[in-house]
């Protein structure tokens, strides 16, 4: 007998919680309400419970008592769920354990009540805070693979509460048909995703640091985390190019994430287009910012011999679908050349003729050498000078070349 008492004292025993929650009603329109009233405790094992009073009273306090079967220490957030389409206006929500108020609930900011509407689910949790690292990108929107729990419960789990920077609250995604449980961020645009980390009891559980060839961690065993884009295509960069963040657990098990945050490479400004771009103006003016389209132009008299637009990328102009813009001209004559152009035939459209002479104390070689304008530079047809310089030597070659001409 002795032996048996003493294994059942050595047996855990459930902790019973009794929690009070007290809602203070305040007078007006949507005072109280005869609809009854639930309440759900996150802790361990979440299970809701009807919190039995009368709330259709109008300006005062109203108690219920519920018995959970969760260690104090393990109080994270209250679901409140009202059973009807009536609603009421509260001040505060106070809930108390062991005579001693662990959560108390006000006002969300910019609001003087808690609007409890008809048939809704609301999620009161405890604050805290996470602060946005720098360079951290915010999601637009969140969701997972399936929601742990009973449809009553599934707010206090949602894949919202991984992106409201609270440590306390966070998401529980259950396998899909496929056995992946999944959290996956959506941003609304495409960014060069660097470093994404998952925070867990307030501390960083991973984290991964991604390059053009994909997303990896050092201890990240187990979950892939990968950066893909709903809309446009990819480009080779220093980072994951995308819209949309996913976090992923395979083999049929639960992926539990208190909070995540993304960090993305700063967009470059473009100040200035590519230097082969001969004589291009911008419209707008530069610099202008990730993602702007310009349109490419020509001064006057100048010809564009490739695209109009370019849209800049991370800091550098990219051609829109077309060739890069070019508006060729012959401005001068490179002295080399031992040549003498004669005004007004400079500045020279691409592809023209120009006649020449050789400069003094130099001659030409022949008369079948064409100079022309090429991209800009001005150049002999055949690649080089037709003309030499004057010397005893040369008076021979030249009477040479002129018999021959003859």
Known sequence: MFMFLIILWMIPSSICVDYQITATIIPGLYSGTADKQFVTIKGKAPV??????????????????????????????????????DGMDLSKIKVIADNTVIHLIEPPQDATVIAITGANSYVFCHQQPRQREQGEIVPVSAEQSETKGLETVKA??????????????????????????????????????????????????KTWTCNEEGCSSDNGDGYTLTVYSGGGGDQPRPCQYGDTVKLAREGGRVLSVAEISVIARPDADCTSVDSTWTNVRTDPTLPVTHGVEITLSCPKDYTNKGGDKATCQDGTFVPTGQQPPNCPKCMTVNEDLKITVTDPQLPAEDGASINYRCSKKYAKKGGNVNLVCENGIVTFSGGNTPCFKIGTA??????IIKMREM
């Open 394 to 399: 040369s008076l021979i070659q030249l009477y």
């Open 156 to 205: 206090l789990f949602n894949a919202e509460l991984a992106i409201d920077l609270n440590h306390a609250s966070g998401c529980t995604a259950v396998p899909d048909g496929t056995g992946v449980s999944y959290v996956k961020l959506n941003f609304g645009k495409v960014y060069c995703v660097e470093k994404v980390t998952w925070y867990r009891d307030g501390e960083i559980f």
């Open 48 to 85: 809701e419970k009807e919190c039995s009073a009368d709330f259709n009273v109008d300006n005062q306090d109203v108690t219920c008592s519920v018995q959970t079967e969760n260690a104090i220490e393990d109080y994270k957030c209250l679901l409140w769920r009202t059973d009807g389409n």
